[in-house]
């Protein structure tokens, strides 16, 4: 079993940054795909970003491309979502995923273990 917590929400202007925190318990970390997604008010959860095992391969969704980074740090068990100038549209609960493939995918129904979310909140 896989327990994932996110950090490092909160409420920002529009044109602001935001890093957050996923940390990961376990001894398998190293060897989980990892992926970010988002899910607005009355929207589905959005695929965000996605990091294989071991960093190799690395997948955005189009709209947060050159604003967004993911990274992980599998000596720390954590992965991170720096977030770089900000938008009104980016607000949402954040949530970290863990996959028992190295992958890294863009698909939730891929992920097997979620954290409990963090809410970002852009004001225009």
């Known amino acids: 079993q896989v327990q994932l917590v996110e950090s490092g929400g909160g409420l920002v202007q529009a044109g602001a940054s935001l890093r957050l925190s996923c940390a990961a318990s376990?001894?398998?970390?190293?060897?989980?795909?990892m992926g970010w997604f988002r899910q607005a008010p009355g929207k589905e959860r959005e695929f965000v970003a996605a990091?294989?095992?071991?960093?190799?391969?690395?997948y955005y969704v189009d709209s947060v491309k050159g604003r967004f980074t993911i990274s992980r740090d599998n000596a720390k068990n954590t992965v991170y979502l720096q977030m770089n100038s900000l938008k009104p549209e980016d607000t949402a609960v954040y949530y970290c995923?863990?996959?028992?493939?190295?992958?890294?995918?863009?698909?939730?129904?891929?992920?097997?273990?979620w954290g409990q979310g963090t809410q970002v909140t852009v004001s225009s």
């Open positions: 995923a863990a996959q028992r493939v190295p992958f890294g995918t863009m698909a939730p129904n891929e992920y097997d273990y």
């Open positions: 376990g001894r398998t970390f190293s060897s989980y795909g």
């Open positions: 990091i294989s095992s071991r960093g190799g391969s690395i």
